[in-house]
């Protein structure tokens, strides 16, 4: 191969916000030639939220948990890789699991790309500090470039009141 691929990470958890990054790395920023890897997080959202811990002791309740997490997560992935195809993207979706900022940078470093896209959901200062921003991680920690892409509408306005 004469030329390397240029390979670009975008993160995503399966959210609009994820969808929205790569629709604008499709129309903004993909060149032919570069090959898009989609890092999804996969989320187990019944069992981060302590729901097991509430189980007392049925083995069998928290398989089929953790089974209807799978298919959740299978089905994320299948339609990121539908996407990529629509949008006439060459590239795979890699799912990985762990807390999302760091195993989106491992990942990135793993398969040496050149920059990392992703979604930002417009949280407010004060949740962001609370809650903590995987758009926010990246920036921070990455060693490559980071383009974060926000939707239209949660720009905050800044108008005559001070409740921002």
Same mark, same amino acid.
């Given at each position: 191969?004469?030329?390397?691929?240029?390979?670009?990470?975008?993160?995503?958890?399966?959210?609009?916000?994820?969808?929205?990054?790569?629709?604008?790395?499709?129309?903004?920023?993909?060149?032919?030639?570069?090959?898009?890897?989609?890092?999804?997080?996969?989320?187990?959202t019944e069992i981060s939220y302590g729901s097991v811990a509430l189980i007392p002791g049925d083995p069998a309740l928290v398989q089929r948990?953790?089974?209807?997490?799978?298919?959740?997560?299978? +089905?994320?992935?299948?339609?990121?890789?539908?996407?990529?195809? $629509? @949008? !006439?993207?060459?590239?795979? &979706? /890699?799912?990985?699991? *762990? +807390?999302?900022?760091?195993?989106?940078?491992?990942?990135?470093? $793993? @398969? !040496?790309?050149?920059?990392? &896209? /992703?979604?930002?959901? *417009?949280?407010?200062?004060?949740?962001?500090?609370?809650?903590?921003?995987?758009?926010?991680?990246?920036?921070?920690?990455?060693?490559?470039?980071?383009?974060?892409?926000?939707?239209?509408?949660?720009?905050?306005?800044?108008?005559?009141?001070?409740?921002?």
């Open positions: 191969m004469a030329e390397e691929k240029k390979v670009v990470v975008i993160a995503s958890d399966g959210s609009d916000h994820a969808k929205l990054a790569l629709q604008k790395y499709a129309t903004e920023f993909y060149k032919p030639g570069d090959f898009a890897v989609v890092v999804y997080v996969a989320t187990y948990i953790v089974e209807s997490e799978e298919i959740k997560c299978t +089905e994320v992935v299948k339609k990121l890789s539908k996407e990529l195809v $629509d @949008l !006439k993207i060459e590239g795979e &979706v /890699v799912r990985v699991n *762990g +807390e999302p900022g760091p195993a989106i940078l491992e990942k990135a470093k $793993d @398969l !040496k790309a050149v920059y990392i &896209v /992703v979604g930002s959901r *417009g949280l407010g200062k004060i949740r962001r500090t609370i809650m903590g921003s995987v758009s926010d991680y990246l920036v921070h920690h990455a060693h490559i470039p980071v383009v974060v892409c926000k939707s239209e509408h949660h720009h905050h306005h800044h108008g005559g009141d001070s409740h921002s």
